[in-house]
């Protein structure tokens, strides 16, 4: 630090290398009110120094001011139009001060230049708030294969927009997007199997515009989900979850049209199996109960058969 403060001493506050060295350790070092103030120093000599302006806006960020580390990245695209960071950066403060377009443009930036999960998970949230419902189905996938969960909100309102416009309109557009979310769900659910929000939303999507078959299937993940991702056996808000969850399976069962004895015969063992377990340490519990209500109403309905 010394050869640094003399270099800069020696060249008259005209070598700005000296600074950036000081600044960066003192980043490192978590000193971000001094890292700011070298790299400030820097840039007065030589303000073109895009790095300089992005670790500027780092630290002012660090500090807690947003409004000036929104400044400091739009100089670092100003000067460099291709330097992702600074075009993710952009959207991050963009959209917590929900200005959500230009939040989507620079997030878009951002995915053009760098192939990174996050940036494709981001713009696809904001395309789908902002009704750009195929581009989120596209983002959405993107993400999915760089290997990013899709968080379940973004999949949640392209499934309120798909319902909503099927309908509203019998037109091409409206099929075509409902078969693209439903196929984003399903590679969502297969990629995320225990996130209990993934299969809600495909349930909801079958049950407003699709078909028997497909709600049975995404009633028997949903409970599948609760059973390997919460500790049902034990809490009891858990065991109300689940109870409701297998309610909903056995239902969407017996409304299916040509359901075989022996798929009934084997709902009714897991259900079985699901009132033992829970019997053990929450057996006076309402979700316990309910259970239990629901292996009675499977069992009069085979009886009736």
């Not at 580390?69 to 917590?96: I, K, M, P, T």
């Not at 939040?103 to 750009?132: I, K, M, P, T, V």
């Not at 049975?216 to 599948?224: F, Q």
């Amino acid at each position: 630090s010394q050869h640094h403060e003399m270099a800069w001493k020696l060249s008259k506050g005209t070598y700005p290398r000296a600074k950036l060295s000081l600044g960066a350790k003192a980043m490192t070092a978590g000193r971000w009110e001094e890292a700011r103030g070298f790299l400030q120093e820097a840039l007065h000599v030589k303000p073109h120094l895009t790095e300089a302006w992005y670790c500027c806006g780092v630290c002012a960020l660090k500090l807690d001011k947003e409004s000036e580390a929104l400044a400091d990245f739009r100089r670092v695209v100003s000067f460099d139009a291709d330097h992702y960071q600074g075009w993710a950066s952009l959207g991050n403060l963009f959209a917590r001060s929900n200005q959500k377009r230009e939040a989507l443009f620079a997030y878009r930036e951002a995915c053009r230049l760098r192939d990174q999960g996050s940036f494709w998970q981001n713009a696809a949230y904001l395309s789908a708030e902002l009704g750009f419902h195929e581009e989120a189905v596209f983002r959405c996938t993107r993400a999915i294969q760089l290997g990013e969960p899709v968080h379940p909100g973004t999949v949640g309102l392209l499934s309120q927009a798909v319902a909503k416009n099927s309908k509203a309109s019998d037109g091409t557009g409206s099929r075509r997007l409902l078969s693209k979310v439903r196929d984003l769900l399903k590679l969502c659910c297969k990629c995320e199997p225990h996130q209990r929000q993934h299969w809600a939303n495909a349930l909801y999507i079958e049950r407003q515009c699709g078909t028997k078959g497909e709600a049975v299937r995404c009633t028997r993940g949903h409970l599948e989900a609760i059973q390997q991702s919460t500790n049902w056996k034990s809490n009891s808000a858990a065991l109300d979850d689940l109870s409701e969850a297998a309610a909903q399976f056995v239902e969407a069962q017996l409304e299916l049209e040509g359901a075989s004895p022996e798929e009934l015969r084997a709902t009714a063992r897991l259900i079985q199996q699901l009132v033992h377990e829970a019997t053990e340490k929450l057996a006076a519990s309402p979700g316990c109960e309910a259970l239990r209500m629901i292996q009675s109403r499977l069992r009069r309905h085979m009886d009736d058969d």
